[in-house]
């Protein structure tokens, strides 16, 4: 018996010892969810994207930055380019909010924040925020134009080379001081440019709440999509553009709040 007994544990040890663990996403949110694991992995889950697509208008045309505009006073121009900031991003499911799962921190971890703002070009046709841990049916999407003090008056560490708090990224005046918008275009009449104006806005946007009300329904994996439309020939529609680029700039301020619109 004794014997038997040996050969039973010592073969129970061998198989024991030849039998991998094997380690997968045990998330159930995760696309890569994997019930037959035995342990959870590192970082290996894949949560859906939360991705904003961009319709980029002029009235109701489709922008080109080739299209020449004509302002309430009778006046001659091109937009050649438009760039500005989308921030604190939130889906919201059952009326609650959910932000994406990506975070930047200060050096002394006392600050930590979501990574979700973007600086979104008018040449962009969708910008992936980050990824969402969650999946069904949303009630409505909503961000802020702009950045937060929060965002701009802290510092960051461990952030990529492209990221839109690094000092070579962010938008800016000539005088490198923080612009929340710029605008490049050229005068047609009433006079000629013969160069392209910047128009830059470095007053931080206090505005409510860009909410995109449209429901979606997702399946695990799947990415989360809304469209918001921005309306770039209503910055300079009210605007005298016999004034200087400096002028404007500060000018054109209250026309931001009339640019983003819902799908």
Known sequence: FMRNWIIYAVTL?????????????LDEYAANYDVSADDACF???????????????????????????????????????VRYYLSNVHIYQD???????QHIATEDNLLIISDDMKIIKSSDKEVTFGTVKAFGTFDSLGCNFGMSELMTEN???????????QPLVKLKNKENKQAYLTMKYKRITPVADTVSQIIAVTQRP??????LRKTIKTIIGNPM??????????LLQ?????????????LIFGNLSKMIKDE
């Open 13 to 25: 040890l061998t198989l024991q010892s030849c039998y991998d663990r094997i380690e997968k996403c």
């Open 43 to 81: 970082d290996c889950c894949t949560f859906p994207a939360l991705t904003l697509k961009l319709e980029h208008k002029l009235g109701d045309s489709t922008y080109s930055n080739r299209d020449t505009l004509i302002n309430d006073l009778g006046q001659l121009y091109v937009i050649e380019d």
């Open 95 to 101: 009326g609650q909010p959910l932000g994406i799962r």
């Open 155 to 165: 510092t960051f560490v461990n952030l990529t080379t492209d990221h839109v708090l």
């Open 206 to 211: 206090d505005f409510p709440a860009i909410v």
């Open 225 to 234: 999509i809304y469209t918001i439309k921005a309306d770039y020939k209503v």
């Open 238 to 250: 009210d605007q005298n553009l016999s004034l200087s680029a400096d002028t404007l700039s500060s």
